[in-house]
């Protein structure tokens, strides 16, 4: 099996923040396994919130080898020999499960959503996310963002309120709000509270992740649900916070991929959880692979191709705030 990658810059539309910090561009790097000319292509999007960069992606990568790996293996042969190479970057092994299910999907002629029985026709709509920002700017990026039926607010600022008004100023469509770790269990409270009377569906990551106990002391009196999103990196913390959440929010760059990601999702079935499926800033090949998934889901939050001006990929498309996948085999993406 014959392998490669590829660095690209993805350059934002505008400054993103959150209440950790802010990004203008966004690095990535892509990856390619290939067998008698057909490729697959993933995609690894890191975050200094799980301590992994490009940098430290490609010193890792540029001395792997991948001659253990045989052509006529299983998918999950394949996805056994490889993941582990990672070395425990899981945007590395979202890299290297994306590429070998695009390969997979196309030497047998399957798209990913058939191959995980999701039904193409049961679109989810997509939320649209404006970043903290200065009052005239977030009255613009809602303007902007006009054809989008949800919006997804980030919150964790000290003017968190002000936020919210200014976004009422201009819609009253609903939102859903991230706070990003941003508050503590008293401020959790009294913005909960407030947040419901402001057509808000849910409050994603309100409080630190290595605040559990807090968190399941906010939602016993939350009258809006609460979505774990840094308290749930893969399927083993599931049951550990299960108490403490009304859901959880899987992106494939923390939980190394589609296969955990599908594994997720079917371990919060059992434990009557929601399921949104979310995102960093990717190009469209990850933001493609996870919405394979989205008709098995609750929410989705996949706009992050969306945020950037120079996306080298087409996939899936966005109708009217629906997420319509590609066909095609695999992915189903193309370079523009």
């Known amino acids: 099996m014959e392998f490669r990658y590829s660095t690209y810059r993805l350059e934002l539309k505008h400054t993103f923040t959150i209440a950790r910090g802010s990004e203008s561009v966004v690095d990535v790097v892509l990856v390619y396994f290939t067998i008698d000319g057909v490729t697959g292509v993933g995609e690894a999007a ?9 940098l430290s992606i490609v010193e890792k990568i540029k001395i792997l080898t991948f001659n253990d790996i045989t052509d006529s293996g299983t998918l999950d042969d394949w996805l056994d020999a490889a993941l582990p190479k990672a070395g425990g970057m899981r945007s590395l092994e979202n890299a290297f499960d994306l590429a070998l ?5 196309k030497l047998n002629s399957e798209s990913m959503a058939d191959h995980f029985g999701a039904d193409r026709k049961n679109g989810c709509m997509t939320s649209f996310t404006i970043g903290i920002d200065e009052k005239d700017k977030i009255r613009a990026k809602v303007l902007e963002a006009e054809q989008y039926p949800l919006l997804k607010i980030k919150l964790g600022s000290d003017h968190d309120k002000e936020i919210i008004n200014t976004i009422r100023d201009v819609t009253d469509k609903p939102v859903r709000v991230d706070a ?10 009294k913005m ?4 419901a009377e402001q057509n808000v569906e849910f409050v994603e990551q309100p409080l630190s992740a290595d605040s559990l106990d807090d968190t399941a002391k906010l939602r016993e009196v939350s009258p809006l649900e609460l979505i774990a999103d840094e308290n749930c990196i893969d399927s083993k913390n599931i049951p550990e916070i299960a108490h403490a959440f009304d859901g959880i929010n899987i992106k494939l760059m923390k939980c190394g991929g589609l296969r955990e990601a599908y594994r997720m999702i079917q371990m919060a079935r059992e434990r009557e959880m929601k399921i949104m499926l979310g995102c960093m800033v990717e190009t469209s090949v990850a933001i493609t692979a996870a919405a394979h998934l989205s008709p098995l889901v609750d929410y989705a939050d996949l706009d ?3 945020l950037t001006i120079n996306d080298p990929f087409d996939g899936v498309k966005v109708e009217d705030g629906m997420l319509v996948l590609p066909d095609g085999a695999g992915l189903g993406i193309n370079l523009r």
Do not use: A, F, T, V
């Not at 890191?46 to 490009?54: A, K, L, Q, V």
């Not at 508050?183 to 959790?188: R, V």
């Open 46 to 54: 890191p975050s200094d919130r799980y301590h992994e960069d490009c």
């Open 101 to 105: 299910h695009d390969l997979y999907g």
């Open 180 to 189: 990003n770790e941003g508050w503590d269990l008293e401020q959790g409270k």
């Open 192 to 195: 909960c509270d407030w947040l």
């Open 304 to 306: 992050g191709n969306i």
